[in-house]
C-alpha cells in the first residue's frame, strides 16, 4: 500500500469522527491548530486507524501524532 | 422557602418536539406505535415501538461534531436547546446566570455501553473505542450537554429507573427550594436500543405483536391490556426560582408545589409493599404541597398497560384519594407515547402544564373498559374538559422506585 492511499483512508477516518469534509484536510494537516481536534478525537482517529490496518501502535508513539503526516508515516513504518 | 417554577420545556418525542405538538398529538388520540425501524429480530415477540424515527439531532444542533455524542446525549442536547429557547435563556443570559442540569436516565446509553464491550470483546481491548468509553459513564449525556450549551451549574444525574425522570424534577426543585441553584434543566430522557428492547421482551413485559393477541397496543387500566410499548425521548424543564423568574420577566408555565419519592425494598414482590410505596410518595407530595387529595383536579397517572403495574396504581389512588378518586380524573399518556423509562415522567410534567393551560386532559388512547379487578379509576378514551389548579404526576419504576410530584397552575394577576 503506498502512501496515497494510506493518506486517503487517513482523511476518511477524520472526516468521519470530525464530521469534516475529505477535501478541507489539508496533506499535512496539524489536527490540533488546523482542525481543531481533542485529544479524545485524535485518540478515537488513531485507534479506528489501528483497527483497519490491523497493526499496533504503541502508546509512546500514539501520544506523538500531531498531523495526518505524522500519522501516514507511523502507519508506513508499522505496515513496513 | 423559595418557590419553583417552570419556565419553559423542550421535547424531542415520537410525537412531535414541542408542549404545544405534543398535547395536540395526544389530545388528537395519536399512537407513535410504529413497526421498529432502529434495529429488528425475528425472534422478537413485540415488534413495535414508539420510536423517533426522523430523528435528526443537527437539526436542533446546527452545524456541530456530533460524533461524540451518542443516541442519548443527542436526545439531550437537542432537548435542552429547546428548552433554553422556551424559557428565554440566549448566549448572554447563559453567560451571566450559571444554568445546571439534572437529568434523569434509567439506562444512559445501553448501546453505547454494549458496542464498547463487543469492540474489546471481538476485535480485542487495543481497538475499544475511546470515544464510545468516554460515553460508557451514566453521566455523559448530561456532561455533553453542558459542554455543548456552556451550562455551568450543578450537573448531575439520577437514576431511579422508570421514575428518573421525574425524580430529577423533583431533586432539582429541591436545590432551588434550597437555595443552592436558581435556574436548572431538569427532566429525563432515554433512548431506544436492542440491548434493553430485547431484555423486556424477554421478559415478556411487551405487548405481543402477533395475531392472536387481544390487543397488540398499551391500553392502561383496561380490562384487555397485555403490556406495553417501549418508547424513547427527553423532556427537560427549566426550573427557576419564582422571585428570580419574576424578576427578569419569564413566563410561567406552571409551579412546583410538592414532591414526594419512596421505595419498596421487596421491589414488586410483595404486592401490599409495592400499593404502600406508590402511596407514600403521593402522599408525601401533597403534604409537601400543603394539599388535601381532594385539591387534586386531574392524576397523570404513571400506569402503562402493565397487567400488574396499572393493578397497583389503581389501588394506590384509591388509598391516598378515598372518596374524592371517584372524581379525579385521570389520564394515562403512555397509551400513546409508549413507556419512555427514564424519560416518562418528565414528559407527563410537559403534557400536564399544557393541559393546566387550555383545559384539555387527554383520553386513553383504545380504552373501552376499566378492569374489575381493581378499585375504579376515572377514565375515559375521551378528552375532558378540566381546571386544574392542582394536577399530580406519578411516575413508578420496575423495581421499587415510585415518585409523585404536585403540579400547579400559575396564579393569575
Known amino acids: 500500500m503506498n502512501a496515497e492511499e494510506i493518506r486517503a483512508a487517513v482523511k476518511r477516518a477524520i472526516s468521519t469522527t470530525a464530521n469534516m469534509e475529505t477535501a478541507q484536510i489539508g496533506d499535512d494537516a496539524s489536527y490540533k491548530d488546523d482542525l481543531q481536534l481533542d485529544s479524545l478525537t485524535i485518540l478515537e482517529i488513531a485507534v479506528g486507524l489501528e483497527y483497519e490496518f490491523q497493526i499496533k501502535i504503541p502508546d509512546e508513539q500514539l501520544s506523538e501524532i500531531r498531523s495526518v503526516g505524522d500519522t501516514v508515516r507511523l502507519i508506513q513504518q508499522h505496515l513496513a | ?413
Open chain 2, 1 to 413: 422557602m423559595r418557590r419553583v417554577v417552570i419556565t419553559g420545556a423542550g421535547v424531542v418525542s415520537p410525537l412531535g418536539d414541542s408542549r404545544a405538538a405534543l398535547h395536540a398529538a395526544l389530545c388528537g388520540g395519536r399512537s407513535a406505535a410504529k413497526p421498529l425501524e432502529l434495529f429488528g429480530d425475528e425472534k422478537l415477540g413485540c415488534t413495535l415501538a414508539c420510536e423517533i424515527t426522523d430523528f435528526d439531532a443537527q437539526k436542533y444542533l446546527g452545524g456541530r461534531n456530533l460524533r461524540p455524542l451518542d443516541r442519548t446525549a443527542r436526545l439531550v442536547a437537542s432537548a435542552a436547546r429547546l428548552a433554553l429557547e422556551d424559557s428565554g435563556f440566549g448566549v448572554e443570559t447563559l453567560a451571566r446566570e450559571a444554568v445546571g442540569l439534572v437529568l434523569g436516565t434509567m439506562f444512559g446509553s445501553l448501546r453505547t455501553i454494549s458496542e464498547f464491550d463487543r469492540r474489546a470483546l471481538t476485535a480485542g481491548p487495543t481497538y475499544a473505542s475511546p470515544m464510545d468509553f468516554a460515553n460508557t459513564v451514566i453521566s455523559a449525556a448530561a456532561g455533553q450537554t453542558a459542554i455543548m450549551h456552556g451550562l455551568r451549574g450543578v450537573n448531575s444525574t439520577v437514576s431511579t429507573g422508570a421514575s428518573s425522570g421525574l425524580q430529577a424534577i423533583a431533586y432539582a426543585a429541591d436545590l432551588i427550594r434550597a437555595g443552592s441553584a436558581r435556574a436548572l434543566l431538569a427532566g429525563g430522557a432515554e433512548e431506544l436500543c436492542f440491548e434493553s428492547f430485547y431484555g423486556f421482551d424477554r421478559a415478556g413485559l411487551l405487548c405481543p405483536s402477533n395475531n392472536s393477541a387481544p390487543v397488540k397496543y398499551p391500553i392502561p387500566f383496561d380490562a384487555r391490556r397485555g403490556g406495553f410499548l417501549l418508547g424513547e425521548g427527553a423532556a427537560l424543564l427549566m426550573l427557576e426560582d419564582a422571585s428570580r423568574a419574576r424578576e427578569r420577566g419569564a413566563h410561567v408555565l406552571a409551579e412546583v408545589k410538592g414532591v414526594g419519592s419512596a421505595f419498596d425494598p421487596s421491589r414488586g414482590k410483595d404486592d401490599g409493599k409495592a400499593v404502600a410505596a406508590e402511596a407514600r410518595a403521593a402522599r408525601l407530595a401533597l403534604e409537601d404541597a400543603q394539599l388535601q387529595p381532594a385539591s387534586i383536579d386531574c392524576l397523570s397517572a404513571s400506569a402503562n398497560g402493565s397487567l400488574c403495574a396499572d393493578r397497583r396504581e389503581a389501588y394506590a389512588i384509591a388509598d391516598v384519594f378515598a372518596s374524592a378518586a371517584r372524581k379525579l380524573p385521570v389520564t394515562a399518556v403512555k397509551s400513546m407515547l409508549g413507556e419512555t423509562l427514564g424519560a416518562a415522567g418528565a414528559l407527563q410534567v410537559v403534557a400536564l402544564t399544557e393541559t393546566m393551560r387550555d383545559g384539555v386532559l387527554p383520553g386513553i388512547r383504545g380504552l373501552e373498559e376499566t378492569d374489575g379487578d381493581f378499585p375504579p379509576v376515572v377514565a375515559s378514551p375521551q378528552n375532558r374538559r378540566v381546571d386544574v389548579s392542582f394536577g399530580l404526576v406519578n411516575s413508578n419504576g420496575f423495581d421499587g422506585h415510585s415518585s409523585s410530584l404536585v403540579l400547579a397552575r400559575p396564579s393569575r394577576r
